[in-house]
């Protein structure tokens, strides 16, 4: 099993559906993190885990609500979103919190319509 | 200042030809850095970590001037395959969980 997997890796929802990005990570690493990559922007942090608490949520809205239920699991569940959440939606993951190597999953392209 | 900034490109070289990359940081204090790689509609990859004052792998090397708060990475004999763009990344330093971004080197070689 590689690294970070990433599902779905295409996902496309109107503004009033409920979907959720699923990541897992079989590196043995404590932190997990979700980012935000937009076209021609850099990418966007939107919340880290580590061993299982949140760490961080940088002002991101209430429409997107992370979970982690263990070390190795981390998801992004999505309501009621906008045209412009539309992003490549990236999971990673490092050993520890604080500015270790991280290793990207493969990403799930979302589309709101 | 941004924490991490980059020439956005594009650079487009011929094949074989060596290619530099500068990034600058704005916190003096940062003590590592990566280089990514990313490739069209795919997840940055880790290129190189770099430590002290500098890392070569192969064709690519890392080089970092903390007095003038730069990293450089230079590609030699450019291979088709390099083409993607570029991420240069610095750790925050203020005690947080964050890696800086920038907004990537777009690398085009060409036949």
């Known amino acids: 099993e590689t690294g970070v997997t990433q599902t779905p890796r295409h996902l496309v929802m109107g503004m009033t559906n409920k979907k959720s990005l699923k990541c897992e990570q079989h590196?043995?690493?404590?932190?997990m993190y979700w980012y935000k990559q937009s076209a021609k922007k850099p990418l966007e942090l939107m919340f880290v885990?580590?061993?299982?608490?949140?760490?961080e949520n940088n002002s991101v809205p209430s429409r997107f609500s992370p979970e982690c239920p263990n070390s190795s699991h981390l998801f992004l569940h999505l309501h009621t979103l906008q045209p412009e959440d539309s992003a490549l939606y990236l999971c990673?993951?490092?050993?520890?919190?604080?500015?270790?190597?991280?290793?990207f999953g493969p990403g799930t392209r979302l589309t709101v319509t | 200042r941004k924490e991490v900034e980059q020439d956005p490109g594009p650079f487009n070289v011929p094949e074989g030809a060596t290619v530099a990359f500068n990034c600058t940081y704005s916190?003096?204090?940062?003590?590592?850095f990566f280089w990514y790689r990313q490739d069209c509609r795919k997840e940055p990859k880790l290129l190189m970590s770099?430590?002290?004052s500098g890392n070569e792998d192969g064709r690519f090397t890392a080089q970092l001037n903390r007095a003038s708060q730069y990293i450089s990475l230079l590609i030699r004999d450019s291979k088709l395959s390099d083409s993607a763009t570029y991420l240069c990344v610095v750790p925050d330093q203020t005690g947080a969980n964050n890696l800086f971004f920038g907004t990537g080197t777009r690398l085009t070689v060409i036949p």
């Open positions: 590196l043995g690493h404590n932190a």
């Open positions: 885990y580590s061993l299982e608490e949140r760490v």
């Open positions: 916190n003096s204090a940062s003590q590592s």
């Open positions: 770099v430590y002290s």
């Open positions: 990673a993951s490092s050993q520890d919190r604080g500015g270790s190597e991280q290793y």
